[in-house]
């Protein structure tokens, strides 16, 4: 057996233009503050307001009364307006026709990708490869900037804890930590090395905050959440992005305990001013200023827009309150000049680190990087490492290309190009997109692919396609079963009651199944499906949600063998929507259950006492464990964990414990690992969770190889917010280094 220490994460052989260093982004201020100073000692109240206010293409009549808008220095950001050569037009006009010359900043959600589409965030997240995120994001922001914008909102990094939720898909799942870790790479993929490089945009965290816990899984619904859990959960992320450099933060639309989010001084002014030092500024999600009315928190505009600005609200996005409202509210004293002043000066600041002010305008010639070829290729890594095989009896997979006469292609998501770019996608084109089905036929060809669509789309309850299907399964080596959910079925307002595969996808995959052919399931979907049946009746199945551009090549890749599934689950697979919330962190009752104490639904007694069922913490029909646990995931070779060692047993408040373990490829095939590093602190002030992760690394490990992985603890690790303060409590805490939140090797040690 050969030993080898192996690096944390593998680079991708990107571009020049790609590269970035993992260091801190370095935002070139040259004096932003006093630069921004002296322009708005020469402003006008309206041109204040100007730049206070963010209008959509929606808004104005005709393109005279915008370029008027933009000479007069009515608006100081425009939102989705694309084109170099519009956004050069307006942009001159900005700089050249108005008073000050104040440039514009040009807007745009870019999610995860502008043309060259990247897997949904949630995909992305299944990585767990902040390298390659990072190089992503830089991609979509050369792409995106090509085309004069130079501010996105993103990244989106909402925690949420329920799969119904349809944003989920924009996030990083259910874990703080590992979301923290994405977040920075997605800021610093965004704004590159340097703010004023053309090819930067600034990053917008969002949504701030709460978001992702609405009630019930509705957006925009209303969100109730302990300090405690916000301020060991839910801001987490936000923290990550402030101290990555993220010049924006973007207020939320629910409310966080009866205060609606754009109105929330607690969160904008205490937390993100006072404490973490928030240098930028903050905007409104589209008119969740004026939805204050809605929400019962603001008798009219006026109103709304006096609690947006002083709850620290800078830029109004798609609505006007604040341009019909900021000069009464003045000369009424229920806004101040001085609150003004500071998010005009904020807004300033941004726009002179991104170079706006000495070059605002687009370079013609950037578009011929869109496209390119070596973004497709890392379009297509990053999907392959997204995926996640989550089962594969007898060694179904990987298929032999060379040895296997025919497969049925089947489903109504093997030929989906637009289905497969996922939702929040407003610039990515289908004809951009490879298919599953062009990459297989790439593969074996025409004649060894039988392919029958069978269901026209995802929710399609006709079985008039099935005959055809189980046809051309019977006449095939295996069969290759393309499911999950269109693409409008997941992203903003798509919230779901019950999260199982839609239409007659389950009755087709059991008529497949039926024929006794090796039946393998590939779900592209935009959130967790409860999939246990599906589980049950398949081979194999690989999770490659919606995977953007290159999902097709990247499937491809893993269905036959070129490369082996890497993927790890960011968040818990629940067996129903009844499961939900259910999340590994959780925090332990007093009644846990276990293999012994709890008593499956069909074999319940009809004639019990009524202490028969044990009295512990279970669903009778769920049981007490999830579908699937956080950080699951298979592949095609084995791994082995060995020799887990403390630097001691004993931790003291300054100083650092080391937690190291062996992993061994038993297997025989070369393929990368996800190491994960979880804590669990026995005994607190309030109650803790029965596992947290504190750390995590991709390695690639060559069959018969070993790697030795190590995680330094710090008492800062260990801290949390108990109610009152952030402390770090003495006592005994427990390790494990595992596969999964549900594996691995233990140990453990003191802090005193």
């Known amino acids: ?30 004096n932003a503050e006093a630069k921004a100073g002296k322009m708005l000692a020469r402003m006008t109240l309206d041109e204040k307001i100007g730049q206070m206010s963010q209008l959509d293409l929606g808004y104005f009549r005709d393109p005279e009364q915008l370029k008027q808008a933009v000479r007069d220095g009515r608006c100081g950001s425009l939102l989705n307006f694309l084109g170099t050569e519009q956004v050069n037009e307006l ?21 995860h990708g502008y043309r060259t589409i990247f897997p949904i965030p949630l995909g992305m997240a299944a990585s767990w490869n902040p390298e390659a995120v990072r190089q992503a994001f830089r991609i979509s922001s050369v792409e995106a900037s090509a085309h004069g914008v130079r501010w996105t909102f993103a990244p989106m990094i909402d925690i949420t804890w329920d799969p119904r939720w349809g944003r989920i898909a924009e996030g990083c799942g259910e874990d703080p930590f590992l979301a923290s870790t994405l977040a920075t790479a997605m800021v610093r993929g965004i704004q590159g090395d340097s703010l004023n490089d053309p090819t930067s945009l600034a990053a917008c965290a969002k949504h701030y905050v709460g978001y992702g816990f609405a009630e019930a899984g509705r957006d925009y619904n209303t969100t109730y959440i302990s300090e405690p859990v916000l301020r060991n959960v839910v801001l987490k992320p936000f923290h990550a992005a402030k101290e990555a450099g993220a010049q924006t933060f973007m207020s939320a639309f629910n409310d966080l305990n009866g205060i609606p989010t754009s109105g929330n001084a607690f969160t904008l002014k205490k937390i993100l001013r006072e404490e973490w030092g928030f240098d930028g500024f903050v905007v409104s999600d589209w008119a969740s200023v004026t939805e204050m009315i809605n929400h019962g928190y603001a008798e009219d505009e006026k109103d709304a827009a006096a609690k947006a600005i002083n709850a620290g609200v800078e830029m109004e996005m798609a609505t006007t309150s604040y341009y019909d409202n900021i000069k009464s509210l003045l000369e009424e004293k229920k806004i101040t000049m001085e609150e003004i002043d500071n998010a005009v000066r904020d807004i300033l600041k941004v726009k002179y680190r991104l170079g706006l002010f000495d070059n605002p305008y687009t370079d013609p010639q950037a578009g011929k990087k869109i496209l390119d070829p070596a973004f497709l290729d890392h379009a297509r890594t990053v999907a392959r490492q997204s995926a996640v095989l989550l089962r594969n009896e007898n060694s179904t997979l990987p298929l032999s290309a060379d040895g296997i006469s025919s497969v049925a292609v089947i489903g109504p998501l093997a030929d989906a190009p637009r289905d497969q770019l996922g939702t929040w996608c407003f610039d990515g084109r289908a004809e951009n997109s490879v298919t599953p089905l062009a990459a297989i036929r790439e593969v074996l060809g025409e004649k060894r692919v039988n392919y029958v669509q069978a269901l026209s789309y995802s929710r399609d309850k006709s079985k008039a396609g099935f005959a055809a299907a189980v046809a051309a399964a019977r006449r095939s080596d295996a069969v290759l079963f393309f499911g999950g959910e269109e693409w409008i079925l997941s992203g903003e307002g798509q919230s779901r009651g019950e999260i199982d595969m839609p239409g007659a996808q389950t009755e087709l995959l059991e008529a497949l199944a039926a024929t006794g052919k090796p039946v393998i399931l ?6 967790p499906l409860a999939i246990g049946r599906e589980l049950e009746i398949s081979d194999a199945v690989l999770y490659a949600w919606h995977g953007g551009t290159m999902a097709g090549p990247a499937i491809a ?10 993927g790890k689950l960011p968040v818990t697979f629940v067996k129903g929507a009844g499961q939900i919330p259910f999340y590994y962190y959780r925090n332990n009752t007093g009644r846990p259950a276990n293999d012994q104490a709890w008593t499956p639904f069909d074999s319940i007694p009809v004639v019990n006492p009524q202490s028969s069922l044990g009295y512990k913490s279970f669903h009778l029909d769920y049981g007490f464990t999830p579908l699937l646990p956080f950080g699951y995931g298979l592949s095609y070779t084995t791994f082995e964990y060995s020799d887990l060692a403390l630097s001691s047993q004993v931790m003291n408040m300054d100083g650092t414990l080391t937690v190291k373990a062996k992993v061994t490829n038993t297997g025989n095939m070369d393929a990368d690992e996800i190491i994960q590093f979880y804590v669990r602190d026995r005994v607190g002030s309030i109650t803790r ?33 108990n109610g009152k303060e952030t402390v770090t409590e003495p006592g005994k805490f427990d390790v494990w280094i595992g596969p999964s939140s549900d594996e691995g090797l233990h140990s453990d040690f003191i802090l005193q």
Request: hydrophobic fraction near 45%.
């Open 522 to 527: 590939v779900i592209m979907a935009g959130r």
């Open 689 to 721: 969770p029965i596992k947290e992760l504190k750390g995590y690394k991709r390695l690639r490990i060559n069959r018969g190889e070993t790697a030795e992985v190590e995680f330094a603890l710090t008492a800062a690790d260990l801290a949390f917010f």
């Open 91 to 111: 942009q001159r006009i900005a700089v050249e026709e108005s008073r000050l010359g104040i440039p514009l900043i040009l807007g745009r959600d870019v999610i």
């Open 1 to 30: 057996m050969k030993f080898t220490r192996l690096p944390l994460v593998m680079s991708a052989g990107l571009l020049m233009l790609m590269t970035s260093s993992c260091d801190n982004v370095k935002t070139v201020t040259d």
């Open 557 to 566: 890749d893993l269905l036959f063998g070129k490369e082996s599934p890497s």
